[in-house]
């Protein structure tokens, strides 16, 4: 099933909110091959994406809780740096075999960022920054 997007993922913060929908429309791409028996070929490029995602969106957002002088910053990035770690293993699996239990996992590994990341920590985030930067 789809992920559908609305304004309860929205953290009000514009580039962030934006570069959430894309991972938001990368994971829904990743559910939708998974759904098609195409698992296997889509998680090499989810992942791939996910690297690349996460060196810019981290990056972004670390420099903002830098600049705004965030106060769980240290806390927000380690969270960034498990999710980086999590998400190296999962491509080092992936070199050696895909198969449906790396397929289960990343599926897993995604929507549990979404659920637990970004519609909580980075909510708090984005209150935060939205305040900061009126």
């Known amino acids: 099933m789809p992920m559908v997007w609305s304004n309860s993922f929205s953290i009000g913060v514009e580039a962030i909110d934006k570069q959430h ?3 938001f429309k990368r ?3 990743l559910l939708e091959a998974c759904q098609q028996g195409r698992g296997k070929e889509a998680v090499s490029k ?6 690349d995602y996460v060196n810019t969106h981290f990056s972004y957002e670390e ?4 600049k705004y002088a965030y106060p769980e910053f240290t806390a927000h990035q380690n969270l960034h740096r498990e999710f980086t770690q999590s998400l190296l293993k999962l491509k080092q699996e992936a ?3 895909i198969g ?5 996992q990343v599926n897993k590994f995604v929507v549990d960022w979404w659920i637990n990341h970004i519609t909580k920590v980075d909510k708090k985030l984005g209150a935060f920054l939205s305040e900061k930067m009126k």
């Open 46 to 51: 989810t992942l791939t994406f996910l690297e």
């Open 63 to 66: 420099s903002l809780m830098q």
């Open 95 to 97: 070199q050696n075999n």
């Open 100 to 104: 449906l239990s790396l397929v289960t």
């Open 27 to 29: 994971t829904n791409q």
């Open 21 to 23: 929908q894309e991972l």
